[in-house]
């Protein structure tokens, strides 16, 4: 069955950087699209983008264009989010998901953003 | 940005009562390739959301058809006819016609 593992819990420093993955499994990952979701208490939801892991294409909320960077590794069916920067506003749960519309998603990570 | 209400933001019921939850969207949702691209997510407590409604009104893989989804342009509904227990979290209405994707803000079912 279709299975996303995320990394785990995060606790970055303000003005870091932090990488985040997705290992898949269970579908054909070299022709579908990984979502990545951004979720804070509220509960609030936003899309941050997607990528193509065929040919690395990528669609990006246009509120997170500089902040998130969307890659994937073909060889190890995973999936990457760069968020670069961070601030307070960056904490928050993050999630990958399977396809446009987000159909299978991970556990989900907490990225703490604290000096 | 397309703006999604979702009203009420609470919903208290019973087992077996049947629930509606309503999404309103700023625009329009009905796309020029004569698709609506409204979704419908359940996110029950400590998980991750579960997809249970695409297209306004088609069921997700594996989603009991107590679930169902209706709704044009910038109305939406979904109804539960017969909660179970397994049906509470927060539901959020998802619309995918404008970019950039936007969630509504939940309505968190509970029981009476």
Redesign the interface.
Known sequence: QVKLLQSGAELVKPGASVKLSCKTSGFTFSTSYMSWLKQVP??????IGWIYAGDGGT?Y???FKGKATLTVDKSSSTAYMDLSSLTSEDAAVY?C?TG????Y????VMVTVSS | DVVLTQTPPTSSATIGQSVSISCRSSQSLLDSDGNT?L?WYL?RPSQ????LI?LVSKL?SGVPNRFSGSGSGTDFTLKISGVEAEDLG?Y?C?Q?TH?????G??TKLELK
């Open positions: 509220g509960p609030s939801i936003e899309w669609n909320n246009q509120k999630f998901a446009v519309p987000p159909h998603w991970g556990q989900g | 691209y979704y996110q991750s959301p579960q997809l695409y997700g927060v959020y998802v995918g970019d950039p994707w936007t969630f803000g939940g």
